[in-house]
């Protein structure tokens, strides 16, 4: 557990710290960014399934996933505060563009 608080403590400091000028636009690409990253994490809960992502084992436990994801999140947005556009929204757009194909695949497989 004291990984993950210091993951989070880590991301809430240096949230402060920008490249340039933070915008609504990057405010609205870091929900979709956040958001789809919640949604693959409530499915790789659902044990019904494998895990497919390669980071993880195939059948994880529920603390892995959180760990996994709470990082994954925490790197996110540093790693989106940090950087300047036009690299900031390319990374965006990548993250959007990776988890809304998991998103979509996991809904094929059956996850809720």
Not at 7 to 17: G, N, Q, T
Not at 29 to 52: I, K, N, P
Not at 59 to 81: D, G, K, W
Not at 90 to 103: N, R
């Amino acid at each position: 557990m004291k990984p993950i608080l210091l993951v989070c403590w880590l991301a809430l400091v240096l949230l402060s710290a920008r490249a340039d000028q933070w915008t609504i636009a990057d405010s609205l690409a870091e929900v979709g960014c956040v958001g789809l990253l919640m949604l693959d994490w409530s499915q790789s809960l659902d044990h019904r399934f494998r895990e497919s992502n390669t980071v993880l084992p195939a059948e994880p436990n529920r603390q892995a996933v959180s760990t996994y994801f709470l990082s994954v999140i925490s790197v996110q947005l540093l790693v989106a505060r940090l950087l300047p556009n036009p690299w900031r929204r390319i990374s965006q757009m990548v993250v959007i563009g990776v988890e809304t194909h998991s998103v979509a695949r996991n809904w094929q497989l059956g996850a809720d």
